[in-house]
């Protein structure tokens, strides 16, 4: 009978256990997505020279904080990686990250797409807009006009200048796509990463690398300093599509705040100033809701990087 006491007594403190736990799940999954700022902070990475797209940005502080009725807070960070993992520890509400970037902080649970951004479309030869808004991009390869570099067969043993890991267009696509092709650029090329596809672009120009890895069509952000750069600087190859940045936020955020600041970035970037303000900091055009699922092909790209870097 005791034997029998004690397994009953065992069983019903596993049972204790279990229901415990499930509760103090449930609680806690309740609570991951109950966060309504009382103060936002929006984090950006540069595409550019950091110390432009900070003053371009600044202006989004007072437009969302109208909008929402609470302080906001922007802030430049150094790469996504950093965003990520400001997300991730709670001190970063809003972060605009590309493919890569929310993919690798939805993976961690730092992070939900909020929204996707819209971009014109690009015309080839030649890097020109069209009037086409759309959700996705391609990357491209740059070199110099003239260099005997003409196909990326011959990228092996070059010197190329790349974004961070995180990056679709200054690394992941380029990378993997050549990968597909039989080029293992991380054994077989010398990658040098660099902050800014305006950067980038100089690279190439001024002969520090052969070639760059950047967004179609990266040349246009220093056009401005070099009129010509459409002739000096040639494209070589184009990646296949790329989904468009993404505005994510915090993964514990709640529904209803959600709602409310997306529908606040989306009548920012309608509004003449909004508009205007988002196409100088990385050529938005307007944003659009977006599924999770619609950011599988980085996930496969993101595979095949990983495989590569183990046999590096």
Not at 207 to 233: C, H, Q, S, W, Y
Request: with cysteine; net charge positive; charged share 30%.
């Amino acid at each position: 009978m005791k034997k029998l006491k004690k397994v009953l007594l065992g069983l019903l403190s596993i049972i204790m256990a279990i229901s415990l736990a499930a509760c103090s799940k449930s609680s806690s999954s309740k609570q991951k997505k109950d966060y309504t700022p009382k103060s936002l902070t929006v984090a950006f990475v540069p595409s550019q020279a950091a110390n432009k797209l900070e003053a371009r940005a600044k202006p989004m502080e007072k437009m969302l904080s109208k909008k929402l009725g609470i302080p906001v807070h922007v802030t430049m960070s150094i790469d996504y990686t950093t965003v990520v993992e400001a997300m991730k520890s709670r001190k970063v509400d809003v972060g605009f990250l590309p493919p890569d970037g929310y993919v690798l902080a939805h993976k961690q649970g730092a992070a939900d797409v909020l929204l996707q951004a819209l971009r014109f479309g690009i015309k080839q030869p030649g890097g020109q807009n069209t009037k086409d808004l759309v959700d996705s991009y391609r990357a491209e390869i740059l070199v110099k006009k003239g260099s005997k570099i003409k196909s990326w067969k011959q990228l092996k043993g070059k010197k190329i200048a790349v974004q961070t890991p995180t990056s679709s267009a200054g690394y992941v696509f380029p990378v993997a796509e050549l990968e597909e092709k039989g080029l293992n650029v991380l054994k077989d090329s010398k990658l040098v990463t660099v902050t800014g596809h305006d950067q980038a672009v100089l690279d190439v120009l001024n002969g520090d690398t052969d070639a760059a890895f950047v967004f179609e069509d990266a040349r246009n952000l220093v056009k401005g300093d070099v009129p010509d750069i459409m002739k000096r600087v040639v494209p070589i190859y184009f990646t296949k599509p790329i989904p468009n940045d993404t505005i994510s936020v915090r993964s514990d955020m709640s529904p209803a705040f959600k709602k409310k600041l997306a529908k606040a970035f989306i009548e920012i970037g309608k509004s003449k100033e909004g508009h205007e303000m988002i196409a100088s900091l990385y050529t938005h055009q307007g944003y659009v809701p977006v599924k999770d699922s619609d950011f599988n092909v980085v996930r496969k790209y993101d595979k095949i990087i990983e495989k590569e870097e183990d046999n590096k």
